[in-house]
Every structure is written in structure tokens, then in C-alpha cells.
């Protein structure tokens, strides 16, 4: 099994600097994808800081718990969007093992070690789907502290997807239209309003377009064969 490797590894507060020859050999959407993995971490814990600091009288519980909130919900976010994006063509390729096995190394924790998150996204997957996506932002939404940071949230995961989507080498209409779904319920939850209270939908249409033109795959990526998997531990197998 793929995931072998990290099996038993916690993650540390620091990652470990990787050496020339180590960075050389891991393919740049990887690595692009690594990092924005870390962005988005940083995003909700600091996020999480900001209200724990200055903003406790606006919390519904102790600022500590709050923090671990919000980093449990950028662990939920990032295993939705991932699982939302590989499943829009019923096919798992050889990228999106690799960036799997990114996604698993940057979630496990002393208390939540690789197996079990490999469990998670194998048998769960209904179950991890099934969470809103307004659940998962919903403190960049209710929180007026944090709602200059809305954008920067939208973009990055974004970011993330056209990420999944790149890894393949090939941009395909349903993998497109996944794109589209998730920019738009990202836009209903997190967009400006009219003035109404109602998102606005000039907006939301442009920052869906602007993303989906970010999103198509370099002309020089090979072609990634795909294959058929019922589940997560049979595609890395």
C-alpha cells in the first residue's frame, strides 16, 4: 500500500527542510499542491488566533477550543474538496494517488495517524461529502472579524481544486463543471452581498469564470492513465 510509508510519521510543528535533490524530484503541482495545503492550515489557525486574541466576546466558546475548531475545519474542507474533485469522473489516476498521499501525510496527527485517515476517506467517503460546505466556512461567514479574509479563503481552495484538476495532465467537462459547482457554493456562503442581504451575482459569476480560466492544464503535461476504483484503498493499492 502507497500510504505505507507514512504510516506511524506525526507531523511536527515544523516540516523537516527537504534538500535540492528531493525538491528537484517531486513534480511542481505537487509540490504547489503541498504548499497550498500549509496555506490553507495557516489560513484557519490564524484566523482562529485573531478571534481567540482580540475578538473573544464574539465566540460561543473558550478561545483555545475555538483555535482547534477551526483548524478540525480545515481538515474537513480540504478532505471534502479533495474527495469532491476526484470523484467528478468516477476515476482515480495516478496523480490523484499522489496528491492523496500528500493530502493524508499533511492531515496526520498523534491523534488522528494516517491508517484511520486512510479509513476515513476509503469507507467514508458518503459521509464526508455529505458535510455543507457552509459548515465548513461558516466562521469566515458569521464572524465579522474574519470577513476580510473571505476572498483570500475563496481563492485558496480554488487554488486547491484547479490543482486536483491539473494533475492529470487533461481538463475534463465533468472535472470542469465540478470546478464550476464548488466556486459557486463557495460564492453563495462567502460573497459580498447586493446591499440585500442576497449575494451578488455579478460577482459571483465573474470569480467563477476568472477561476475555471485559471484552471486549464499546461499544453506539456503527459497524459495520466486513469483507472476505475471503488474506493480509496483499492486506487492505492
Not at 21 to 29: I, K, Q, Y
Not at 131 to 156: D, K, M
Request: with cysteine; proline share 7%; charged share 25%.
Amino acid at each position: 500500500n502507497v500510504f505505507r510509508p507514512v504510516w506511524g510519521r506525526h507531523r511536527q510543528p515544523a516540516d523537516p527542510v527537504m534538500t535540492t535533490s528531493e525538491t528537484a524530484a517531486v513534480d511542481p503541482l505537487v509540490l504547489e499542491f503541498r504548499q497550498a495545503l500549509e496555506e490553507c492550515e495557516r489560513l484557519y489557525r490564524t484566523a482562529g488566533q485573531t478571534c481567540a486574541l482580540y475578538h473573544t466576546d464574539r465566540l460561543a466558546e473558550p478561545p483555545t477550543e475555538f483555535v482547534a475548531r477551526m483548524v478540525d475545519l480545515h481538515r474537513g474542507l480540504l478532505i471534502k474538496l479533495f474527495l469532491e474533485m476526484v470523484h467528478a469522473d468516477s476515476t482515480w489516476s495516478e496523480g490523484e494517488r499522489v496528491l492523496a498521499r500528500e493530502l493524508v501525510e499533511h492531515l496526520a496527527t498523534d491523534t488522528e495517524p494516517a491508517a484511520s485517515l486512510v479509513d476515513l476517506l476509503d469507507r467514508r467517503t458518503d459521509d464526508v461529502r455529505n458535510i455543507p460546505w457552509q459548515t465548513l466556512v461558516a466562521p469566515f461567514q458569521q464572524l465579522p472579524p474574519l470577513e476580510s479574509r473571505r476572498g483570500e479563503l475563496q481563492t485558496l481552495v480554488m487554488r486547491i481544486a484547479n490543482l486536483v484538476s491539473k494533475i492529470d495532465g487533461q481538463l475534463k467537462p465533468e472535472t470542469t463543471a465540478q470546478l464550476k459547482l464548488i466556486q459557486y457554493q463557495l460564492w453563495q456562503h462567502l460573497s459580498p452581498t447586493d446591499g440585500t442581504g442576497v449575494p451578488d451575482a455579478k460577482a459571483g459569476t465573474a470569480a467563477v469564470d476568472q477561476s475555471i480560466a485559471a484552471s486549464s492544464p499546461a499544453a506539456e503535461l503527459a497524459d495520466a492513465t486513469t483507472m476505475p476504483s471503488e474506493d480509496l484503498e483499492a486506487a492505492l493499492a
